[in-house]
């Protein structure tokens, strides 16, 4: 059977340095920092008082009052970044057979504010269980693509994947077979997350996975950085249009580029620590280019997972050193999670939104905030450190990874219409 081609037609973003596409990538370009105070609720007791929280943001000027009560945080981010894309794909949906329209969609945790209102509710009530009616259709990881379907009609497959930080780039994956095999016309793909609450921040620092570097909050999330302590929290939401090539060529669709690849494996190692040597991520990306059909020596950039922490950043780097060998050099590697924090779930999708939007200015976005080189880093690498560089960018990888040994990452290729 002949797998088809896969690209992608539509791109929606939310996100701590860019509440569209537009900001984002403007965030992105000039090196913003998203991280900066809690403002949604007192930090005084908490051992981490910054994240990358959503800007200007009023749910209000998405949703009526009553509209927004019902929703998560989570789901709303959905909601948003998925009209986004679905506007900028021109979508022409009464035209098209809803059937072969689907929506998967990652969150590694979903309504988790939800979750902690209610219970904190209850524990401060009398015993008698007063729960909202919405409380289980707010919290359920799953109601996101729930309500992008019924919103817009889409009646093709409908899920949520839950892999952690790796949900989103499992979600692409899982789109892109979905199209290959021909199943579908088009999948609006991507993942939403929004753990910026007392019960996210005080999970994570039990945990000590969170920076804890309070007195600059701005510049907290430093990848490859010999002082990096820990990865930032992030909120917000990515959506992609994927569509099958020929679909979208006969609707006369802009392309943003195509997906030629998908890779996934387990590190069966640890629940939250990486393998030591990167084994896991080392597969994840031979398989991934092996998918593609593409050789380590064709990749220009990768937007690593990088996510500021001490054992984290080095294990990514040796695995991206063994598959590429001698290319290494002359890969621009980053990591954009400097800029907006670790976004969990949601990860992926801008992630890969930021590696399309890089091919498509031949501009990397930098690794900001380093200051301090890590002697556990090879200094020929490029990490494209604190300012964006120019360069033709035709290859892109993405890569992504989650708690429970979860590795996921995409290719992208520029497409030339």
């Not at 990865?231 to 099958?244: D, K, T």
Request: aromatic share 8%.
């Amino acid at each position: 059977m002949e797998l088809k081609r896969v690209v992608v037609t539509g791109l929606g973003a939310l996100t701590p340095i860019g509440n569209n596409i537009a900001e984002y990538w403007d965030g992105l370009k000039n090196g913003k920092s998203g991280s900066a105070p809690i403002t949604y609720f007192d930090t005084e007791k908490f051992k981490t008082k910054f994240a990358c929280e959503l800007k200007n943001f009023e749910a209000t000027n998405y949703f009526d009052r009553k509209e927004a009560r019902k929703l998560d945080r989570f789901a709303q981010y959905a909601l948003i970044a998925s009209d986004e894309a679905i506007k900028d794909a021109n979508l022409q949906v009464e035209k098209m057979d809803k059937f072969r329209i689907g929506v998967i969609w990652g969150a590694g945790i979903g309504g988790l504010e939800t979750f902690q209102e209610e219970v904190l509710n209850f524990a401060a009530g009398d015993g008698t269980p007063r729960f909202n009616p919405f409380f289980i259709p707010k919290m359920i990881a799953d109601i996101a693509p729930g309500h992008i379907s019924i919103k817009h009609g889409f009646m093709g497959p409908n899920y949520t994947t839950v892999s952690a930080c790796a949900s989103s780039a499992n979600a692409m994956i899982d789109a892109l077979t979905y199209l290959r095999l021909g199943y579908c016309d088009v999948i609006v793909t991507g993942g939403s997350e929004a753990a910026v609450t007392k019960a996210g921040m005080g999970g994570f620092n039990a945990m000590h996975a969170l920076s804890t570097l309070n007195d600059t909050p701005l510049t907290a999330s430093r990848p490859f950085d010999a002082t990096r302590d820990g990865f930032v929290l992030g909120e917000g939401s990515g959506a992609l249009i994927l569509e099958e090539y020929e679909h979208a060529k006969a609707r006369g669709a802009k392309i943003y580029a195509e997906v030629v690849g998908g890779g996934m494996t387990s590190d069966a190692y640890h629940v939250t620590a990486p393998h030591p040597e990167g084994i896991g991520v080392e597969r994840v990306m031979i398989n991934c280019l092996k998918d593609a059909g593409v050789k380590p020596e064709e990749v220009d950039a990768i937007n690593t997972h990088g996510t500021s922490t001490p054992l984290g950043d080095v294990a990514e780097l040796k695995a991206i050193t063994k598959v590429f060998g001698a290319h290494t050099k002359d890969i621009n590697i980053n990591s954009t999670k400097s800029m907006t924090g670790h976004l969990l779930g949601a990860a992926g999708a801008i992630e890969a939104i930021a590696s399309i939007l890089a091919m498509k200015h031949n501009l990397v976005p930098p690794t900001i905030n380093h200051s301090v080189v890590d002697v556990n880093i090879d200094p020929s690498l490029n990490l494209t450190l604190n300012k964006a560089q120019k360069r033709e960018v035709n290859i892109a990888l993405s890569n992504t990874f989650g708690f429970g040994g979860h590795n996921a990452c995409v290719l992208f290729r520029k497409i030339h219409q």
